[in-house]
C-alpha cells in the first residue's frame, strides 16, 4: 500500500504504516508519535520489562473507540519476535517477550499503547520464575486523588523501609500511583502477596479514614484503595513508562518522592517525560534488569509486625523475609541497556528515517 514504509531497525526489517492516523484525538498524537515516543523512552522501558510476558491493550482506530486486551501474540508478528508459552484453561497462549528495540516499535506499529507485565520474569527453563518486584496499587476513589495517594504513599513508604525495602513511586498515568519495591525471587508470588494484603490491612487500621484494602464499592468513597491484589502471579500492571490509553497520551511515569511531595502533582504526558528522561534519567532505574545486584542483606518483616497491634489486624501475618536491591544510580548505565545507540529510528507523523 501507499503509506507503508520498509525500516530497518537494530537489523530488522519493519513494515510501518498508517503512521499519521490519529490515534489521540483529543491532542491529535498521531502514531507516528507514538511509535517515535517508544522507540526514544526504549533504553529507559526496555530493563522493566526484558523476561516478562507482554499483554497488551491495543486501539488500532484510537482512543475514542473500543480497544482490546491481546495476550498472545497476533499470527502476523514478524517470526523474529521472542514469544513464550503460557498455559491457560483453554490451551497454551504464546507471549511477546518485549527484550529488543525492534519488537518494542513492532507493538506500537499494530497500536498497543499499553503493555502490561507480571512482577516476576521467566525462569531460564521457560518457566515462571518468583517475583523480582512487590507492587502496591495506590487507587483514589469518588472524592479522593493524587494527593490523597500521595500520602498514602508515604505511609507505605514508611512501612517498606521498616521492611528493608527502598520503594520507588509510579505515578499511573491513569488516577493513581503505584509503589514498586525490588525483591531477591526468594519468595513466591503468592508469599509476596500475602505480605502486601497484609501491609495494606495495617494502612487500613491505622488510617481507617483514608485508607482502604477491600475492593468493595461502598467503602471506596473518600478513600484510597491500597490494591495488593497484582501481585498475584496471573495478574499484570500497566509497566513503567508505558502509554496509556486516556483522552491524552499520558504515561506511567516513574517520579522522585520529592516530586510527591510538591504540591500540584499531576499525571505526565510524552513531551513531558521525554524532557525529564533526557535531564534525570530513570528515578527507577534500580529496579532495571541489569542494573545491579539481586542478592543483598535480608530484611525481616519481623520488624515492622513486632510494631503492630494484634487487636487492630487480628489476621496471621507471613513470616518471610523481604530483601532490598542493592543501591544503584538514578541513570541506567549505558552498558546494561537493551539497545545501542545506532539502534533507533527517528519518526514524526508521516515521515520516517534511519538513525546513523
Excluded at 507471549?95 to 507493538?107: A, G, N, S
Excluded at 527502598?166 to 514498586?180: F, N
Excluded at 499525571?267 to 545491579?292: K, Y
Aim: a neutral charge.
Amino acid at each position: 500500500m501507499g503509506d507503508e514504509q520498509l525500516v530497518q531497525i537494530g537489523g530488522r526489517r519493519l513494515r510501518l504504516s498508517r503512521l499519521d492516523k490519529v490515534l489521540y484525538p483529543a491532542t491529535g498524537t498521531t502514531k507516528g508519535e507514538v511509535i517515535d515516543y517508544y522507540t526514544r523512552i526504549a533504553p529507559l522501558l526496555l530493563p522493566h520489562i526484558t523476561g516478562r510476558p507482554v499483554t497488551r491493550k491495543r486501539w488500532p482506530e484510537g482512543v475514542d473507540q473500543p480497544p482490546f486486551f491481546a495476550k498472545h501474540l497476533e499470527a502476523g508478528a514478524p517470526e523474529w519476535v521472542h514469544r513464550l508459552p503460557i498455559r491457560h484453561s483453554t490451551g497454551e497462549k504464546d507471549y511477546p517477550l518485549v527484550d529488543d528495540l525492534p519488537t518494542l516499535v513492532y507493538l506500537a506499529q499494530v497500536a498497543s499503547l499499553e503493555l502490561h507485565v507480571p512482577q516476576w520474569r521467566f525462569a531460564p527453563d521457560g518457566g515462571r520464575g518468583n517475583p523480582d518486584r512487590l507492587v502496591l496499587d495506590l487507587d483514589p476513589g469518588p472524592g479522593t486523588g493524587l494527593a490523597e495517594c500521595a500520602q498514602v504513599a508515604f505511609w507505605a513508604r514508611a512501612i517498606l523501609a521498616d521492611m528493608g525495602l527502598d520503594p520507588h513511586p509510579v505515578t499511573s498515568g491513569s488516577k493513581g500511583i503505584h509503589l514498586y519495591a525490588g525483591l531477591d525471587q526468594q519468595q513466591t508470588s503468592d508469599q509476596a502477596s500475602a505480605v502486601a494484603r497484609e501491609l495494606a490491612r495495617a494502612l487500613e487500621a491505622d488510617h481507617p479514614d483514608l485508607v482502604v484494602s477491600r475492593m468493595a464499592k461502598e467503602l471506596r468513597a473518600g478513600r484510597v484503595l491500597l490494591d495488593w491484589s497484582q501481585n498475584n502471579g496471573s495478574k499484570t500492571t500497566i509497566a513503567p513508562y508505558s502509554l496509556r490509553g486516556r483522552a491524552h497520551p499520558t504515561v506511567a511515569a516513574p517520579r522522585t518522592w520529592e516530586e510527591l511531595a510538591a504540591p500540584g502533582l499531576a499525571q505526565l504526558e510524552i513531551a513531558e517525560v521525554l524532557e525529564r528522561a533526557d535531564r534525570i534519567g530513570d528515578p527507577m532505574g534500580a529496579l532495571g534488569f541489569r542494573a545491579g545486584g539481586r542478592a543483598a542483606a535480608s530484611g525481616p518483616l519481623s520488624a515492622y509486625i513486632a510494631k503492630r497491634d494484634p487487636s487492630r489486624t487480628p489476621e496471621p501475618v507471613p513470616g518471610n523475609p523481604l530483601a532490598a536491591p542493592t543501591p544503584a544510580g538514578s541513570r541506567l548505565d549505558s552498558s546494561s541497556r537493551s539497545i545501542m545507540p545506532g539502534d533507533c529510528i527517528g519518526i514524526c507523523g508521516s515521515s520516517t528515517t534511519a538513525c546513523s
